[in-house]
């Protein structure tokens, strides 16, 4: 498998690209398991959002002081984002009111989520035991079928 030196040099992205077709390509002729790369992937994910936490006030501070707050690095455009988030609870008796109602109702949906998947492991284990059942059935055909030709 190929490495992806990402601290040696940044990546474009059509290295990024070639790097998953790459490894793509290593899944689909067997030679890495995607039980593989599904826990890479997550472990890559997991590191991504760690660091941005731990170093995203620095980021910040540096870019602050850029012209802009923009600054182009080994091929990449970083600037800040000019964001704000507005709590429309804390000054709106009715909007409070309503975000609760919206979080029970999320709530509820959440717990329908759950019990599908509570019916559908049922169902599932239900249809493998039919399925086991009806094999044994299918055995025991064919065992009385040849006891029948031998006596």
Known sequence: MNNLMIWEVAPTKTDIDNFANNIANELAEGI????DIAVKMAAI???AKTLRTKVEEHIIDFLDKCPKGAYNHLG???KLKDS???DYAAYSQRWAELQAQIDVLKEEQKEMERQR???RERHTQTKRHT???KKRYTETDTLRD???ETQ
Do not use: S
């Not at 890495?32 to 039980?35: A, G, M, R, Y």
């Open 45 to 47: 994910e997991t590191f």
């Open 146 to 148: 040849t006891l029948r």
């Open 131 to 133: 399925h086991t059942h």
């Open 76 to 78: 990449a455009e970083l």
């Open 32 to 35: 890495t398991k995607p039980e």
């Open 117 to 119: 998947e509570t019916q």
């Open 84 to 86: 704000q988030t507005y």
